[in-house]
């Protein structure tokens, strides 16, 4: 018997669906899909969970907090056993994907970015390096012992969650040319913090790990140039420089920023060769007789359309939309959760933890914001950069003191640079309580420096980019 096909009207409930429990859930659905399309909806998910997580460690239950990150996880298969921590898995584990994304963003920044011509590069890169060295440098003349000088890399990353928030909250009176200007220079923020990881916060180099590291490197390469698109396929090359970055006592998570850097951030298709591809389908579709048409003719119309759907974009431009929902409201929330709860009952901030914690506090406080606009003065003052159409020194305040807030990269980066629990927790209490008070000051000073804006463009989510790729009349080859 041939297959009916009855048309649906538009938004129709599907065929096994109970309607009234139908539209219930809609109803209860719709205002969560409409808060995570805030802005804003990541950085206040990231609040909530650091709330918690504080909350949690200086409960009655605080023991509960300790001991649920201490959960061994693991895999055995026969004698092979690899056993740690959920928290390792999530600091060594889930983060690498948070890494990758990072990683993403920047080959997209580079290649068609904020950071693809010279000449708009130049401000957003003096502003972030200066933005680096003075939170470094404020660190360690507060704590530049020889116990606590290892903590000088936590202040120096702007988290780029919370500060597009606070940009978000100040509504019209932020210009789209700002926003674009933080997001290259939390760009560059994150690849300094990647190098500093790498180079300052990694153990003893194993060279042999770096060797199969290579090999999974060269295991991509040769995909791409066979014209490998299944994105399945890279998996093993992924995970074998996973094991070799970690094997070679460099931090796995600097594998995940190496992925990303590889991927491809050129279109096959593009909007252009899709819609001829959609066009010609949809052709084939409406000359067929419907009637008779079988399941398996139509799964391979819809086959052409779903592949050159993905050939739309670049690889690298699809994973970023795939993942960033997922790193903002998943992986990060995750790592706030099992990483900012500091119990501040056994916490004495005297000595050595008290530097700790005011040197990277007065890093974020004092450091980012005079790093950024100090370097960034003497650089439009030389004429070695120029500030954007629409902005003025105003906004390059606003900029920096924005840019004091440092909460996901710093807590990450004080893991690393802090085996001493008292002093990680001094660290994470400065971290905290400097990003708290910045998002504050930036809201306060931006309200009263900035002016609306009558027209603006529609804000950037912090995962879209600003200068959409160019798109080849012909194929690029696989391997772009």
């Not at 693991?74 to 994907?97: K, S, T, Y």
Request: charge should be neutral; include cysteine; proline fraction near 7%.
């Amino acid at each position: 018997m041939a297959p009916t096909h009855e048309a649906q009207p538009p938004h129709a409930a599907p065929p096994e669906a109970w309607e009234p429990l139908l539209r219930l859930a809609r109803f209860a659905y719709r205002p969560l899909e409409k808060f995570l399309r805030i802005q804003a909806a990541s950085g206040v998910v990231l609040i909530v969970a650091a709330v918690a997580a504080l909350a949690w460690a200086n409960s009655p239950w605080g023991d509960s907090y300790t001991h649920l990150w201490e959960t061994p996880l693991g895999l055995r298969v026969g004698p092979f056993a690899f056993e740690r921590p959920l928290h390792w898995v999530i600091n060594d584990g889930l983060m690498v994907i948070f890494f990758f994304v990072v990683g993403l963003e920047i080959r997209r920044e580079m290649h068609h970015g904020e950071l693809s011509d010279l000449r708009r590069a130049t401000l957003p890169l003096v502003a972030a390096l200066g933005g680096m060295a003075a939170p470094a440098l404020v660190y360690l003349a507060v704590a530049g012992a020889q116990a606590t000088r290892s903590g000088w890399g936590v202040p120096m990353a702007t988290d780029i969650a919370f500060a597009v928030g606070v940009f978000a909250l100040l509504g019209h009176r932020v210009p789209a040319a700002l926003r674009i200007l933080l997001l290259a220079v939390a760009v560059i923020d994150d690849l300094g913090a990647i190098v500093v990881i790498a180079l300052f916060y990694s153990s003893g180099i194993a060279w042999s790990g770096l060797g199969v590291a290579v090999l999974g490197v060269g295991g991509i390469l040769l995909l791409q140039w066979l014209g490998v698109r299944s994105r399945q396929a890279y998996v093993v090359p992924a995970l074998i420089i996973w094991a070799g970055v970690y094997a070679s006592g460099v931090h796995p998570t600097i594998a995940g920023v190496l992925i990303g850097l590889l991927t491809p951030v050129r279109a096959w298709l593009g909007p252009q060769g899709f819609l001829d591809e959609v066009k010609g389908q949809v052709g084939k579709l409406a000359d067929a007789d419907l009637a008779t048409l079988s399941p398996h003719a139509l799964a391979g119309l819809l086959g052409e359309v779903d592949s050159a759907r993905r050939e739309a974009m670049s690889p690298a431009e699809s994973l970023i939309e795939l993942l960033h929902p997922w790193v903002a409201f998943f992986i990060m929330p995750v790592f706030a959760l099992a990483n900012a709860g500091v119990d501040l009952r056994g916490l004495s901030l005297d000595g050595s933890t008290a530097l700790v914690a005011v040197g990277a506090a007065l890093g974020l406080i004092i450091g980012k914001p005079v790093g950024i606009f100090g370097v960034s003065m003497l650089a439009l003052k030389v004429g070695l950069a120029r500030l954007p159409k629409g902005l003025t020194t105003r906004h390059v305040v606003v900029l920096g003191l924005v840019a004091g807030i440092g909460f996901t990269m710093s807590l990450f980066i004080a893991q690393l640079a802090f085996a001493d629990h008292a002093l990680l927790g001094a660290a994470k209490l400065g971290v905290l309580a400097a990003s708290g008070f910045m998002a504050l000051v930036g809201c306060g000073v931006g309200y009263w420096l900035l002016r609306p804006h009558t027209q603006v463009a529609p804000p950037p989510s912090v995962d879209e980019a600003e200068h959409p790729a160019p798109v080849d009349e012909a194929p690029p080859p696989a391997a772009s």
